[in-house]
């Protein structure tokens, strides 16, 4: 709420502007997770985890690709900003049940695309069997965490094995290497 507050006075927007667009401020909240959805994590997801792109390949992409995007945001900003699903869930999802409910909407889309290469995966072989839908679940949970860590140290690094971290936890049989630090 106080986020808010200063962020609309920063931007010079007057009280009674605000609440003409958005009658609360969680309105405003589900709005700007729904428009980063729709304009932002749905195109990258709908690109990483494409059919086209082999499973394995689906999953270790999108992984090196978010510790390649919180590398560059911490050396633009000097710090690391963390999932806003898993930063603004952690701070109001237990007072306000529309961002909690947005949140989760969002998570169980996101866990869908992990799903379906689990499955396209497992279907080829290149991962244990298991419950695609609980695997899934997992490797979202360990996105989570590693991104809420990272944030807490203020440490990107903290990404840069994520792949080799999660193809084992999925059970995969080839495992790359984690990655050396530079």
Known sequence: ADLVDRDRAKAGVKKG????FFKSKSDLAVAALEKLWTDDWKPRLDREFSPAVEPLARMTNYLESLYARHTERFQKQGKVLGCPIGSVGSEVSTQEPEVSEKIREIGARKQ????SA?????AEGSIAQGDAKQK???FLFLIQGALSEARIANNPELLRNLPATALSMLGAKSVPAPAAAE
């Open 17 to 20: 502007s605000f609440y003409y």
């Open 112 to 115: 869908r695309y992990y799903e």
């Open 136 to 138: 899934a679940q997992t």
């Open 118 to 122: 689990i499955r396209d995966a497992m």
